[in-house]
Protein backbone atom coordinates (compact mmCIF):
# COMPACT_ATOMS: atom_id res chain seq x y z
CA UNK A 1 0.00 0.00 0.00
CA UNK A 2 1.40 3.40 -1.01
CA UNK A 3 2.33 6.14 1.39
CA UNK A 4 2.41 8.67 -0.95
CA UNK A 5 0.81 10.29 -4.02
CA UNK A 6 2.55 9.89 -6.99
CA UNK A 7 5.21 13.01 -7.54
CA UNK A 8 3.79 13.61 -10.88
CA UNK A 9 0.47 14.16 -10.35
CA UNK A 10 1.04 16.45 -7.24
CA UNK A 11 3.45 18.26 -9.98
CA UNK A 12 0.66 18.67 -12.54
CA UNK A 13 -1.58 19.85 -9.55
CA UNK A 14 0.16 22.24 -8.30
CA UNK A 15 1.33 23.89 -12.12
CA UNK A 16 -2.26 23.93 -12.79
CA UNK A 17 -3.38 25.31 -9.79
CA UNK A 18 -0.63 28.11 -9.76
CA UNK A 19 -2.24 29.47 -12.86
CA UNK A 20 -5.53 29.17 -11.50
CA UNK A 21 -4.79 31.47 -9.11
CA UNK A 22 -2.61 33.98 -11.45
CA UNK A 23 -6.48 33.60 -13.66
CA UNK A 24 -8.31 34.04 -10.57
CA UNK A 25 -10.57 31.27 -11.32
CA UNK A 26 -10.75 27.39 -12.08
CA UNK A 27 -10.54 26.31 -8.59
CA UNK A 28 -11.26 23.11 -9.30
CA UNK A 29 -9.51 22.29 -12.13
CA UNK A 30 -6.49 21.27 -10.91
CA UNK A 31 -8.35 18.61 -8.98
CA UNK A 32 -10.22 17.47 -11.98
CA UNK A 33 -7.21 16.77 -14.47
CA UNK A 34 -5.19 14.98 -11.53
CA UNK A 35 -8.42 12.73 -10.96
CA UNK A 36 -7.90 11.92 -14.81
CA UNK A 37 -4.80 11.55 -14.72
CA UNK A 38 -4.21 9.56 -11.42
CA UNK A 39 -7.39 7.52 -10.53
CA UNK A 40 -6.47 6.60 -7.12
CA UNK A 41 -4.93 10.05 -6.11
CA UNK A 42 -7.53 10.80 -4.10
CA UNK A 43 -7.42 7.37 -1.83
CA UNK A 44 -3.33 7.23 -1.66
CA UNK A 45 -3.49 11.05 -0.64
CA UNK A 46 -6.42 10.51 2.45
CA UNK A 47 -4.97 7.06 3.58
CA UNK A 48 -1.95 9.14 4.80
CA UNK A 49 -4.19 11.03 7.53
CA UNK A 50 -3.79 9.38 10.88
CA UNK A 51 -6.58 10.53 12.47
CA UNK A 52 -8.83 9.25 9.11
CA UNK A 53 -11.11 11.51 7.69
CA UNK A 54 -14.66 12.76 8.14
CA UNK A 55 -17.33 13.66 5.79
CA UNK A 56 -20.17 16.33 6.01
CA UNK A 57 -23.06 15.58 3.91
CA UNK A 58 -26.52 16.92 4.22
CA UNK A 59 -28.86 19.56 2.13
CA UNK A 60 -28.18 22.73 4.44
CA UNK A 61 -25.23 23.38 6.52
CA UNK A 62 -22.75 21.18 4.72
CA UNK A 63 -20.04 24.36 4.35
CA UNK A 64 -20.32 25.85 7.97
CA UNK A 65 -20.82 23.15 10.09
CA UNK A 66 -16.97 21.28 7.95
CA UNK A 67 -15.76 25.03 8.98
CA UNK A 68 -16.68 24.53 12.59
CA UNK A 69 -14.92 21.28 12.65
CA UNK A 70 -12.00 21.74 10.81
CA UNK A 71 -10.70 25.28 12.71
CA UNK A 72 -11.91 23.79 15.75
CA UNK A 73 -9.67 20.86 15.61
CA UNK A 74 -6.92 22.97 13.90
CA UNK A 75 -7.42 25.32 17.49
CA UNK A 76 -7.18 22.53 19.62
CA UNK A 77 -3.41 21.20 18.26
CA UNK A 78 -4.29 18.80 15.02
CA UNK A 79 -3.43 19.77 11.06
CA UNK A 80 -6.48 19.62 9.58
CA UNK A 81 -7.07 19.67 6.00
CA UNK A 82 -10.75 20.32 4.28
CA UNK A 83 -12.61 22.05 1.64
CA UNK A 84 -13.33 25.13 3.13
CA UNK A 85 -13.78 26.81 -0.63
CA UNK A 86 -16.77 24.87 -0.83
CA UNK A 87 -16.35 23.47 -3.34
CA UNK A 88 -17.91 19.81 -2.71
CA UNK A 89 -17.40 17.43 -5.25
CA UNK A 90 -14.15 14.71 -5.50
CA UNK A 91 -12.00 17.38 -7.78
CA UNK A 92 -12.67 19.85 -5.23
CA UNK A 93 -11.47 18.03 -2.02
CA UNK A 94 -8.36 17.12 -4.22
CA UNK A 95 -7.34 21.12 -5.14
CA UNK A 96 -7.94 21.33 -1.55
CA UNK A 97 -5.53 18.87 -1.03
CA UNK A 98 -2.47 19.90 -3.32
CA UNK A 99 -1.09 22.67 -1.60
CA UNK A 100 -0.41 21.19 1.61
CA UNK A 101 1.25 17.92 -0.11
CA UNK A 102 5.23 17.87 -0.73
CA UNK A 103 6.67 17.22 -3.97
CA UNK A 104 7.36 13.69 -3.12
CA UNK A 105 3.54 13.18 -2.55
CA UNK A 106 3.14 13.13 1.23
CA UNK A 107 0.10 14.97 3.21
CA UNK A 108 1.21 16.08 6.44
CA UNK A 109 -2.08 16.24 8.02
CA UNK A 110 -3.50 14.68 10.78
CA UNK A 111 -7.37 14.74 9.58
CA UNK A 112 -9.24 15.40 6.75
CA UNK A 113 -12.91 17.22 7.24
CA UNK A 114 -14.86 17.53 3.90
CA UNK A 115 -18.34 18.58 2.87
CA UNK A 116 -19.56 16.55 0.01
CA UNK A 117 -22.77 17.47 -2.08
CA UNK A 118 -25.39 14.64 -1.53
CA UNK A 119 -24.70 13.53 -5.16
CA UNK A 120 -21.04 13.10 -5.14
CA UNK A 121 -21.18 12.26 -1.53
CA UNK A 122 -21.46 8.49 -2.56
CA UNK A 123 -18.89 8.46 -5.39
CA UNK A 124 -16.47 9.70 -2.79
CA UNK A 125 -17.10 7.13 -0.62
CA UNK A 126 -16.97 4.26 -3.01
CA UNK A 127 -13.53 5.34 -3.82
CA UNK A 128 -12.29 5.95 -0.30
CA UNK A 129 -14.61 4.65 2.72
CA UNK A 130 -14.89 7.84 5.05
CA UNK A 131 -14.10 6.88 8.60
CA UNK A 132 -16.53 9.17 10.54
CA UNK A 133 -20.05 10.76 8.45
CA UNK A 134 -22.29 13.38 9.71
CA UNK A 135 -25.40 13.81 7.84
CA UNK A 136 -27.42 16.95 8.95
CA UNK A 137 -30.50 16.68 7.34
CA UNK A 138 -32.92 15.68 4.13
CA UNK A 139 -34.61 18.33 2.80
CA UNK A 140 -35.97 19.08 -1.00
CA UNK A 141 -33.72 21.16 -2.87
CA UNK A 142 -32.85 21.07 -6.26
CA UNK A 143 -35.53 18.94 -7.76
CA UNK A 144 -34.49 19.34 -11.48
CA UNK A 145 -30.91 17.83 -10.02
CA UNK A 146 -32.07 16.04 -7.34
CA UNK A 147 -35.20 14.43 -7.69
CA UNK A 148 -38.05 14.13 -4.37
CA UNK A 149 -36.32 13.36 -0.85
CA UNK A 150 -36.92 9.97 -1.33
CA UNK A 151 -34.20 10.17 -3.62
CA UNK A 152 -31.99 12.60 -1.33
CA UNK A 153 -32.69 10.07 1.33
CA UNK A 154 -31.04 7.02 -0.88
CA UNK A 155 -27.99 9.18 -1.80
CA UNK A 156 -27.27 9.95 2.58
CA UNK A 157 -28.17 5.99 2.97
CA UNK A 158 -25.15 4.75 0.97
CA UNK A 159 -22.97 7.75 2.57
CA UNK A 160 -24.05 6.34 6.03
CA UNK A 161 -23.48 2.97 4.96
CA UNK A 162 -19.56 3.73 3.99
CA UNK A 163 -18.83 5.04 7.48
CA UNK A 164 -16.54 2.84 9.51
CA UNK A 165 -16.09 4.34 13.14
CA UNK A 166 -18.61 6.97 13.90
CA UNK A 167 -21.97 7.94 12.66
CA UNK A 168 -23.34 11.60 13.64
CA UNK A 169 -27.26 11.78 13.04
CA UNK A 170 -29.69 14.71 13.67
CA UNK A 171 -31.94 13.39 16.14
CA UNK A 172 -34.45 15.62 14.84
CA UNK A 173 -34.62 14.72 11.55
CA UNK A 174 -36.81 11.03 10.83
CA UNK A 175 -35.06 10.31 7.53
CA UNK A 176 -31.49 10.93 9.03
CA UNK A 177 -32.41 9.34 12.55
CA UNK A 178 -33.02 6.42 11.01
CA UNK A 179 -29.97 5.60 9.80
CA UNK A 180 -29.00 4.79 13.45
CA UNK A 181 -30.92 1.41 13.40
CA UNK A 182 -30.15 0.43 9.42
CA UNK A 183 -25.84 0.90 10.02
CA UNK A 184 -25.72 -0.02 13.59
CA UNK A 185 -21.90 -0.69 12.70
CA UNK A 186 -20.58 2.44 13.60
CA UNK A 187 -20.70 4.49 16.75
CA UNK A 188 -23.80 6.82 16.86
CA UNK A 189 -23.78 10.00 18.32
CA UNK A 190 -27.51 12.01 17.92
CA UNK A 191 -27.42 15.84 18.40
CA UNK A 192 -30.13 18.46 18.53
CA UNK A 193 -32.77 21.02 20.02
CA UNK A 194 -35.19 21.72 22.44
CA UNK A 195 -38.71 21.13 21.83
CA UNK A 196 -39.22 25.26 22.66
CA UNK A 197 -37.02 26.30 19.67
CA UNK A 198 -39.17 23.56 17.39
CA UNK A 199 -40.62 26.74 15.49
CA UNK A 200 -36.77 27.96 14.42
CA UNK A 201 -36.36 24.71 12.41
CA UNK A 202 -38.36 23.76 10.50
CA UNK A 203 -38.58 20.33 7.93
CA UNK A 204 -40.64 20.07 4.75
CA UNK A 205 -43.59 19.00 6.74
CA UNK A 206 -43.55 21.74 8.59
CA UNK A 207 -43.87 24.38 6.33
CA UNK A 208 -47.24 24.16 5.90
CA UNK A 209 -48.87 23.91 9.55
CA UNK A 210 -46.14 26.07 11.16
CA UNK A 211 -47.93 28.89 10.07
CA UNK A 212 -50.93 27.50 12.10
CA UNK A 213 -49.06 27.12 15.12
CA UNK A 214 -48.37 23.23 15.21
CA UNK A 215 -44.70 21.54 14.60
CA UNK A 216 -43.27 17.66 14.54
CA UNK A 217 -42.34 16.44 17.56
CA UNK A 218 -38.61 16.09 18.36
CA UNK A 219 -36.23 13.15 19.30
CA UNK A 220 -33.74 15.55 21.50
CA UNK A 221 -33.30 12.67 24.14
CA UNK A 222 -31.85 10.79 21.74
CA UNK A 223 -29.24 13.68 21.58
CA UNK A 224 -25.61 13.59 23.45
CA UNK A 225 -25.43 17.64 22.50
CA UNK A 226 -28.45 19.84 22.72
CA UNK A 227 -29.22 23.20 21.72
CA UNK A 228 -31.34 24.20 24.67
CA UNK A 229 -31.81 27.82 24.35
CA UNK A 230 -30.63 31.13 22.24
CA UNK A 231 -30.31 34.37 23.88
CA UNK A 232 -28.90 37.30 21.25
CA UNK A 233 -25.61 35.34 20.12
CA UNK A 234 -25.25 33.41 23.32
CA UNK A 235 -26.36 29.82 22.63
CA UNK A 236 -26.89 27.32 25.58
CA UNK A 237 -25.80 23.79 24.70
CA UNK A 238 -25.97 20.44 27.08
CA UNK A 239 -23.50 18.03 26.06
CA UNK A 240 -23.82 14.83 27.57
CA UNK A 241 -25.49 16.09 30.46
CA UNK A 242 -23.26 19.67 31.46
CA UNK A 243 -25.02 22.81 30.67
CA UNK A 244 -22.60 25.29 28.53
CA UNK A 245 -23.72 29.10 27.32
CA UNK A 246 -21.35 30.35 24.65
CA UNK A 247 -21.02 33.64 22.60
CA UNK A 248 -20.69 32.69 19.39
CA UNK A 249 -18.67 33.66 16.43
CA UNK A 250 -21.32 32.41 14.20
CA UNK A 251 -24.80 34.49 13.67
CA UNK A 252 -28.15 32.58 13.26
CA UNK A 253 -30.27 29.31 15.06
CA UNK A 254 -29.50 27.45 12.20
CA UNK A 255 -26.04 28.03 12.32
CA UNK A 256 -25.80 27.59 16.09
CA UNK A 257 -27.65 23.82 15.40
CA UNK A 258 -24.85 23.45 13.12
CA UNK A 259 -22.31 23.75 16.02
CA UNK A 260 -24.28 21.08 18.03
CA UNK A 261 -23.52 19.05 15.46
CA UNK A 262 -19.60 20.25 15.50
CA UNK A 263 -19.19 19.91 18.79
CA UNK A 264 -20.65 16.18 18.35
CA UNK A 265 -18.53 15.01 15.70
CA UNK A 266 -15.60 16.31 17.52
CA UNK A 267 -16.78 13.94 20.48
CA UNK A 268 -17.51 11.29 18.37
CA UNK A 269 -13.87 11.09 16.75
CA UNK A 270 -12.53 11.91 20.35
CA UNK A 271 -14.52 8.77 21.26
CA UNK A 272 -13.97 6.46 18.83
CA UNK A 273 -10.42 6.75 17.07
CA UNK A 274 -7.72 4.65 18.09
CA UNK A 275 -4.86 6.80 17.04
CA UNK A 276 -5.67 9.22 19.84
CA UNK A 277 -5.47 6.57 22.42
CA UNK A 278 -2.44 4.77 21.55
CA UNK A 279 -0.40 7.55 20.05
CA UNK A 280 2.05 9.61 22.46
CA UNK A 281 1.88 12.51 19.86
CA UNK A 282 -2.15 12.92 20.92
CA UNK A 283 -1.49 12.10 24.83
CA UNK A 284 -2.00 15.90 25.87
CA UNK A 285 -4.87 17.02 23.16
CA UNK A 286 -8.14 17.94 24.80
CA UNK A 287 -10.75 17.04 22.63
CA UNK A 288 -13.08 16.88 25.34
CA UNK A 289 -16.97 18.10 25.34
CA UNK A 290 -15.54 21.84 27.23
CA UNK A 291 -12.63 22.20 24.95
CA UNK A 292 -14.60 21.27 21.73
CA UNK A 293 -17.30 23.46 22.22
CA UNK A 294 -15.54 26.70 23.43
CA UNK A 295 -13.10 25.79 19.96
CA UNK A 296 -16.33 26.07 18.06
CA UNK A 297 -17.83 29.00 19.13
CA UNK A 298 -14.75 30.95 18.13
CA UNK A 299 -14.72 30.05 14.76
CA UNK A 300 -16.05 32.87 12.03
CA UNK A 301 -19.04 32.51 9.22
CA UNK A 302 -17.81 30.46 6.25
CA UNK A 303 -17.86 33.05 2.66
CA UNK A 304 -21.42 34.31 1.99
CA UNK A 305 -22.94 31.97 4.81
CA UNK A 306 -23.64 34.79 8.06
CA UNK A 307 -20.58 37.39 6.35
CA UNK A 308 -20.65 40.82 7.18
CA UNK A 309 -19.26 43.54 5.28
CA UNK A 310 -18.78 47.33 6.05
CA UNK A 311 -19.38 49.40 2.75
CA UNK A 312 -19.06 53.33 3.52
CA UNK A 313 -21.82 54.11 6.51
CA UNK A 314 -23.66 50.28 5.54
CA UNK A 315 -23.11 46.80 7.47
CA UNK A 316 -23.88 44.21 5.09
CA UNK A 317 -24.92 40.76 6.02
CA UNK A 318 -24.84 37.96 3.30
CA UNK A 319 -27.15 35.05 3.99
CA UNK A 320 -27.28 31.88 1.56
CA UNK A 321 -30.70 30.41 0.86
CA UNK A 322 -31.17 27.84 -1.67
CA UNK A 323 -34.71 25.52 -0.69
CA UNK A 324 -37.81 26.38 1.49
CA UNK A 325 -36.63 25.13 4.51
CA UNK A 326 -33.33 27.00 4.85
CA UNK A 327 -34.96 29.91 3.82
CA UNK A 328 -37.67 29.82 6.22
CA UNK A 329 -35.45 28.93 8.83
CA UNK A 330 -33.16 32.33 8.04
CA UNK A 331 -36.32 34.34 8.60
CA UNK A 332 -37.37 33.09 11.52
CA UNK A 333 -34.05 33.13 13.10
CA UNK A 334 -32.20 36.18 12.40
CA UNK A 335 -33.63 39.21 13.73
CA UNK A 336 -34.66 41.69 10.88
CA UNK A 337 -35.98 44.63 12.50
CA UNK A 338 -34.47 48.21 11.42
CA UNK A 339 -32.71 46.01 8.16
CA UNK A 340 -33.70 47.02 4.74
CA UNK A 341 -33.64 43.60 2.80
CA UNK A 342 -32.56 42.31 -0.53
CA UNK A 343 -33.02 39.04 -2.06
CA UNK A 344 -30.78 37.65 -5.15
CA UNK A 345 -32.93 34.86 -7.08
CA UNK A 346 -30.62 32.89 -10.09
CA UNK A 347 -31.47 30.15 -11.73
CA UNK A 348 -28.28 28.77 -13.04
CA UNK A 349 -26.90 24.88 -12.63
CA UNK A 350 -25.36 25.40 -8.97
CA UNK A 351 -28.71 26.99 -8.19
CA UNK A 352 -30.82 24.54 -9.09
CA UNK A 353 -33.35 25.94 -12.73
CA UNK A 354 -36.39 24.93 -11.27
CA UNK A 355 -37.63 27.76 -8.86
CA UNK A 356 -41.17 26.91 -7.92
CA UNK A 357 -39.44 26.15 -3.93
CA UNK A 358 -39.76 29.53 -3.22
CA UNK A 359 -43.44 29.57 -2.94
CA UNK A 360 -43.19 27.07 -0.09
CA UNK A 361 -41.65 29.27 1.58
CA UNK A 362 -42.83 30.86 5.16
CA UNK A 363 -42.25 34.80 4.54
CA UNK A 364 -44.48 36.09 7.36
CA UNK A 365 -41.20 38.00 8.99
CA UNK A 366 -40.79 40.35 5.88
CA UNK A 367 -42.39 43.17 5.31
CA UNK A 368 -40.82 45.33 3.01
CA UNK A 369 -38.24 43.99 0.66
CA UNK A 370 -36.07 46.69 -0.76
CA UNK A 371 -34.31 45.42 -3.75
CA UNK A 372 -35.01 41.63 -5.85
CA UNK A 373 -32.64 40.78 -7.88
CA UNK A 374 -30.83 37.95 -10.64
CA UNK A 375 -32.09 36.04 -13.21
CA UNK A 376 -35.24 35.21 -11.78
CA UNK A 377 -36.10 38.27 -9.86
CA UNK A 378 -39.32 38.98 -11.55
CA UNK A 379 -40.52 35.42 -10.51
CA UNK A 380 -39.11 36.51 -6.82
CA UNK A 381 -40.73 39.73 -6.62
CA UNK A 382 -44.04 38.56 -8.14
CA UNK A 383 -44.09 35.48 -5.04
CA UNK A 384 -43.55 38.24 -2.68
CA UNK A 385 -46.58 40.59 -3.68
CA UNK A 386 -48.70 37.08 -3.34
CA UNK A 387 -47.79 36.64 -0.48
CA UNK A 388 -48.71 40.33 0.83
CA UNK A 389 -45.43 41.88 0.79
CA UNK A 390 -43.82 44.94 -0.31
CA UNK A 391 -41.33 45.32 -3.16
CA UNK A 392 -40.19 48.61 -3.95
CA UNK A 393 -37.49 47.58 -7.05
CA UNK A 394 -37.22 44.55 -8.74
CA UNK A 395 -34.10 44.77 -11.17
CA UNK A 396 -32.23 41.50 -13.34
CA UNK A 397 -29.18 43.21 -13.40
CA UNK A 398 -27.50 42.48 -9.67
CA UNK A 399 -24.53 45.05 -10.01
CA UNK A 400 -27.08 47.79 -10.52
CA UNK A 401 -29.53 46.68 -7.76
CA UNK A 402 -26.58 46.24 -5.60
CA UNK A 403 -25.26 49.39 -5.72
CA UNK A 404 -28.76 51.51 -5.37
CA UNK A 405 -29.86 48.86 -2.11
CA UNK A 406 -26.54 50.19 -0.37
CA UNK A 407 -26.90 53.89 -1.03
CA UNK A 408 -27.76 55.81 2.13
CA UNK A 409 -26.40 53.73 4.94
CA UNK A 410 -27.83 51.56 7.93
CA UNK A 411 -28.23 47.86 8.48
CA UNK A 412 -28.59 45.61 5.60
CA UNK A 413 -29.23 42.17 4.98
CA UNK A 414 -29.20 40.32 1.56
CA UNK A 415 -30.54 36.72 1.34
CA UNK A 416 -28.99 35.09 -2.13
CA UNK A 417 -29.21 32.09 -4.10
CA UNK A 418 -25.41 30.27 -4.59
CA UNK A 419 -24.48 31.67 -7.98
CA UNK A 420 -26.26 35.06 -7.03
CA UNK A 421 -24.09 35.23 -3.63
CA UNK A 422 -20.99 34.55 -5.59
CA UNK A 423 -21.24 37.70 -7.52
CA UNK A 424 -22.76 40.01 -4.97
CA UNK A 425 -19.81 39.11 -2.51
CA UNK A 426 -16.99 39.57 -5.37
CA UNK A 427 -18.67 42.94 -5.76
CA UNK A 428 -18.65 43.37 -2.09
CA UNK A 429 -15.13 42.59 -1.55
CA UNK A 430 -14.34 44.95 -4.77
CA UNK A 431 -15.96 48.16 -2.86
CA UNK A 432 -14.30 46.90 0.45
CA UNK A 433 -10.80 47.22 -1.00
CA UNK A 434 -11.81 50.81 -2.96
CA UNK A 435 -13.62 52.53 -0.04
CA UNK A 436 -11.39 51.11 2.91
CA UNK A 437 -13.90 49.58 4.62
CA UNK A 438 -13.56 46.31 7.53
CA UNK A 439 -13.98 43.56 6.07
CA UNK A 440 -14.95 40.71 8.99
CA UNK A 441 -15.51 37.35 8.60
CA UNK A 442 -14.30 36.46 5.29
CA UNK A 443 -11.44 34.38 6.14
Known amino acids: MKNTSSP ?32 GFL ?44 ANFTRGI ?32 RQFPPDYALILNCCRDQLDRYGERDAVEAMLSQVASFAKRGLILNAADRRVRSFSSRFPEAKTSFYG ?27 SDLASVVLRAITGNTATFEIEGQKLSLEMGIKGSFNFLNAAAAICGILNIARTCPALK ?43 VKNPVGFSSALRSIPLEGKEVMVALNDQSADGRDVSWIYDVDYSNLSTIKAVSGQRAFDMALCLEYNGKKVVRADLDIEESLMRFLEGGGDKIIFSSYTSMLSIRKILLDLDKSKGGNLYAAD
Request: charge should be positive; include cysteine; proline fraction near 7%.
Open 94 to 125: ISSLLPLMTPSGKLPCDIGVFELDEAWAPVFC
Open 193 to 219: FDPSLSPLFPGDEDLICMRHGCVSPVQ
Open 278 to 320: NSARFKDLDLGPKAAAEAVSKVRPAFGRGEGFKIGQSHVDMVL
Open 43 to 86: SSALRQLPLGTMIVCGTNGKTTTARLIAQALSSLGLKTVTNDSG
Open 8 to 39: LSVAVGKGVQGACKILKRGHSLPGMIVEKMDA
